[in-house]
């Protein structure tokens, strides 16, 4: 089975000039590299006694320490702002699921596991390229590979769920090891789904990903604890 690969990039929202303070962290350090070159070059080539640089041992020892100490501190300030980033940013995924009522009908689903809301998301999903017979009887319930509106928003925690197909129709004979006319021969071929969103900060998303419904073998269609009660219910229920 090929690699479930993930790509998610993230273009930050325009703010006021260099507000993040990469500018500032490069004057400083530049700065502080012009005198430090200068006063090595004046060492090594001026005329001057070497007594006189010794005076400023004091200095060139502040500057080195100055350097290091924006270095760590710039670091520390941009882990922190991951961090923050983390705890606010909306993160998007593409997969397959079962439904809770039907566990043989396999769902696309687009879940939003940040910890922000997800505004204008726009969903796209190429198509595999499947043979024409056995594209016929995978009998889709839902054609996600069509072009569509996008979603004004998905709230932290919640998910858009497609009804796909029976896993059978999905996975095929070679899975199902079932001799049926009625089913394709081999499972669909993976495909890519392509996610694109912003965040409350206009910051904009893009991620992709690849689906392959050949991760779905071996898993149980056997129905959920609560549908067994709410089957329960219905039994005793009628035998009132």
């Not at 969903?123 to 072009?147: G, H, S, T, Y």
């Not at 009625?182 to 904009?204: C, H, I, M, Q, V």
């Not at 991760?215 to 009628?238: D, F, H």
Request: proline letters at 4%.
């Amino acid at each position: 089975m090929a690699k479930y690969t993930i790509r998610h990039d993230k273009t930050e929202a325009k703010s006021r000039f260099r507000g993040d303070g990469k500018l500032a962290l490069g004057v400083i350090v530049g700065s502080l590299a012009v005198v430090l070159t200068y006063i090595t070059y004046e060492f090594f080539t001026g005329a001057q006694d070497l007594s006189e640089y010794l005076t400023i041992a004091p200095l060139i020892i502040s500057l080195l320490v100055a350097m290091g100490s924006t270095y760590f501190a710039a670091n520390a300030l941009f882990e922190q702002r991951k961090m923050r980033e983390a705890g606010t940013d909306p993160v998007l995924i593409a997969h397959l699921g079962q439904r809770e009522d039907a566990r043989e009908l396999v769902t696309f689903k687009v879940s939003n596991v940040g910890a922000g809301a997800a505004l204008n998301v726009q969903l796209e999903v190429e198509r595999p390229e499947d043979d024409a017979d056995d594209w016929k009887k995978r009998d889709f319930l839902q054609n996600i590979f069509m072009p569509r509106q996008p979603f004004a928003v998905i709230l932290q925690g919640n998910s858009v769920e497609f009804s796909l197909a029976l896993g059978w129709h999905l996975l095929g004979q070679d899975s199902t090891k079932r001799i049926d006319p009625n089913l394709p021969l081999s499972p669909l071929p993976s495909f890519k789904a392509r996610l694109t969103y912003e965040d409350l900060a206009g910051g904009r998303y893009d991620g992709e990903f690849t689906i392959d419904v050949c991760e779905l073998q071996g898993l149980g269609a056997n129905k959920t604890p609560q549908m067994r009660m709410v089957a329960a219910l219905e039994a005793i229920a009628k035998k009132k």
